[in-house]
């Protein structure tokens, strides 16, 4: 019963909003900084702050350019 | 023999093959275990949390998505295992057999046990990015695992750092 409870978390696909899927954007980043900063950082004391700060950093240029290119958008339409 | 037996080149690449296989086993292997473990960590949940995202048949399928799969391959095992889930899932699909390449969105929606398994749009979007993502992020883990794993490396050199087990 275990196994297929676990088969179909992964073979049965998600329902997910448009809202979500902004929400979705959260996580991913949050991996990237972390693997990117765990990669550049001497010291791993500094990861969780470098970190954060990378990961505010990318979500903070992505919602800004995913916000001027649905701002352009809209004037053109 | 130990793996300061080796030489540089083939610890290197045992280095690099090992970050491929399993994310941060690299690091393990050549010492620098909590890096190991944190990559192993966040790239494991990376992919998988794709995977679930997204169905399996929708999101790792080398059919369907070969450019993302080029990107997938990058975090190795889990890619291989993921594509062996996806061809056990695959022929269980009423449409998506051996046309699977031929598979437009009209007809994914037009029956619901495949629909179940491939996903609506997003679903399928969201987990392939996250997969792709997972992927490209361990290339950067294996370049890493490969440049520390050189004694001549000119960081470590610089500040006189060998391997230490922890860090």
């Known amino acids: 019963m275990t196994d297929s409870i676990l088969a179909s978390l992964f073979t049965s696909a998600m329902n997910i909003s448009g809202g979500q899927r902004f929400l979705l954007m959260l996580p991913l980043c949050l991996s990237v900084a972390i693997v990117y900063k765990t990669t550049r950082c001497e010291s791993l004391r500094e990861v969780p702050v470098a970190a954060l700060v990378l990961w505010v950093t990318i979500l903070l240029g992505m919602y800004t350019v995913g916000f001027g290119l649905w701002a352009i958008f809209k004037l053109l339409v | 023999?130990?793996?300061?037996?080796?030489?540089?080149?083939?610890?290197?690449?045992?280095?690099?093959?090992?970050?491929?296989?399993?994310?941060?086993?690299?690091?393990?292997?050549?010492?620098?275990?909590?890096?190991?473990?944190?990559?192993?960590?966040?790239?494991?949940?990376?992919?998988?949390?794709?995977?679930?995202?997204?169905?399996?048949?929708?999101?790792?399928?080398?059919?369907?998505?070969?450019?993302?799969?080029?990107?997938?391959?990058?975090?190795?095992?889990?890619?291989?295992?993921?594509?062996?889930?996806?061809?056990?899932?695959?022929?269980?699909?009423?449409?998506?057999?051996?046309?699977?390449?031929?598979?437009?969105?009209?007809?994914?929606?037009?029956?619901?046990?495949?629909?179940?398994?491939?996903?609506?749009?997003?679903?399928?979007?969201?987990?392939?990015?996250?997969?792709?993502?997972?992927?490209?992020?361990?290339?950067?883990v294996i370049i890493d695992a490969i440049s520390r794993a050189d004694p001549s490396n000119g960081r470590r050199k610089q500040n006189g750092q060998l391997p230490q087990g922890g860090s």
């Open chain 2, 1 to 140: 023999m130990t793996k300061q037996d080796l030489s540089p080149a083939l610890r290197a690449s045992l280095a690099g093959f090992l970050a491929w296989l399993v994310p941060g086993l690299g690091h393990i292997y050549l010492g620098y275990r909590a890096r190991g473990l944190i990559f192993l960590v966040t790239i494991t949940a990376t992919f998988w949390s794709g995977v679930a995202i997204g169905g399996v048949a929708g999101t790792v399928n080398r059919h369907q998505r070969r450019l993302w799969f080029v990107a997938q391959i990058g975090a190795g095992g889990q890619t291989l295992a993921a594509a062996a889930l996806t061809d056990r899932v695959l022929p269980t699909l009423p449409l998506a057999r051996k046309s699977d390449r031929r598979l437009d969105n009209q007809m994914r929606r037009s029956d619901d046990l495949t629909n179940r398994y491939l996903g609506d749009w997003s679903a399928a979007e969201v987990g392939v990015h996250y997969t792709g993502v997972a992927g490209l992020l361990n290339l950067l």
